[in-house]
């Protein structure tokens, strides 16, 4: 098994930047299986939905449309950490924001596809 913890929600005006991280725990048989890591958010009365993934094993990254150029997705192996840097942020953005590993993923930002949820942090962005 495998828990990810994610920290560093919070509120911030338009314009500005928050970055989240997300640490996996857990048997390091467990977490040298996982091959991707994802951050997906969801809004209140809104469907969740994926904003940027990371290939945990070749280090490739997608990014919803919504957020190519804002949004930075990395990874440091030796803490089990990925990290969203998020800047020019809008209120649009605002939503809880999940962290998710997978141990085969072949479409980064399809939810369905993750063995392993964290709990989320929320990010709200007044304008």
């Known amino acids: 098994q495998v828990r990810l913890v994610e920290s560093g929600g919070g509120s911030v005006q338009a314009g500005g930047s928050l970055r989240l991280s997300c640490a996996a725990f857990g048997h390091s048989y467990s977490i040298t299986y996982i091959n991707y890591m994802t951050w997906f958010r969801q809004a209140p009365g809104k469907e969740r939905e994926g904003v940027a993934g990371?290939?945990?094993?070749?280090?490739?990254?997608n990014y919803a449309d919504s957020v190519k150029g804002r949004f930075t997705i990395s990874q440091d192996k030796s803490k089990n950490t990925v990290y969203l840097q998020m800047n020019s942020l809008k209120a649009e953005d605002t939503a809880m924001y999940y962290c998710?590993?997978?141990?085969?993923?072949?479409?980064?930002?399809?939810?369905?596809?993750?063995?392993?949820w964290g709990q989320g942090t929320q990010v709200t962005v007044s304008s």
């Open positions: 990371i290939n945990t094993i070749g280090g490739s990254t």
């Open positions: 998710a590993a997978g141990t085969r993923v072949f479409s980064a930002l399809m939810s369905n596809q993750y063995n392993y």
